[in-house]
């Protein structure tokens, strides 16, 4: 990775992993959420995620590039710390509140990435199209995160406190 365009293809192939991780876990996050509002709050973020790699394949077609994905070492261990939650957490409104700050972790670095890679195709110049599918990502990811904030903020935290 030896130039910014070589840096922005790692890093689309690294939130493409991601994605793809994300995708297998919202249902196992939906299965064990107690909470009605939070079960559907994953089950549209899977819906969303879809879209997201179908916007994602766009990209690196744009791109004339296969899309595929390289380990994201970050996402497994955010990954992971949800899992951990979802198998210790004992009382269904702890384990709820922890779900939330789990997704939220994956939210944010799903953020932060795609916020990256908007800023480098500005600046290599990239087709307007590859800003505008990792801007819809990046507005998703946001409105999910917003989501989340307000289930926990709303009842969910007090609920487990």
């Known amino acids: ?11 689309l192939r690294d939130i493409y992993y991601a994605e793809k991780q994300v995708l297998k876990t919202l249902p196992k996050m939906a ?3 107690d909470s009605d509002d939070l079960k559907t709050a994953f089950e549209d973020h899977r819906e969303e995620t879809e879209t997201q790699i179908e916007n994602l394949e766009k990209v690196f077609e744009h791109l004339g590039l296969k899309a595929r994905g390289v380990t994201c070492d970050a996402i497994n261990g ?10 210790e957490a004992d ?30 195709a500005k600046t290599l110049g990239l087709d307007p199209e590859v800003g505008k599918l990792l801007q819809a990502n990046l507005d998703q ?21």
Request: hydrophobic fraction near 40%.
């Open 1 to 11: 990775m030896n130039t910014l365009d070589a840096l922005f293809k790692h890093f």
């Open 31 to 33: 299965r064990k959420a």
């Open 78 to 87: 955010i990954l992971d710390e949800g899992k951990e939650i979802m198998e």
């Open 91 to 120: 009382d269904p409104d702890t384990r709820d509140a922890g779900m939330i700050a789990a997704a939220q972790a994956v939210e944010h670095y799903e953020i932060t990435r795609y916020g990256t890679l908007i800023a480098w």
């Open 141 to 161: 990811e946001y409105d999910a995160d917003r989501k989340l904030s307000k289930l926990g903020e709303d009842s969910l935290n007090r609920q487990a406190a």
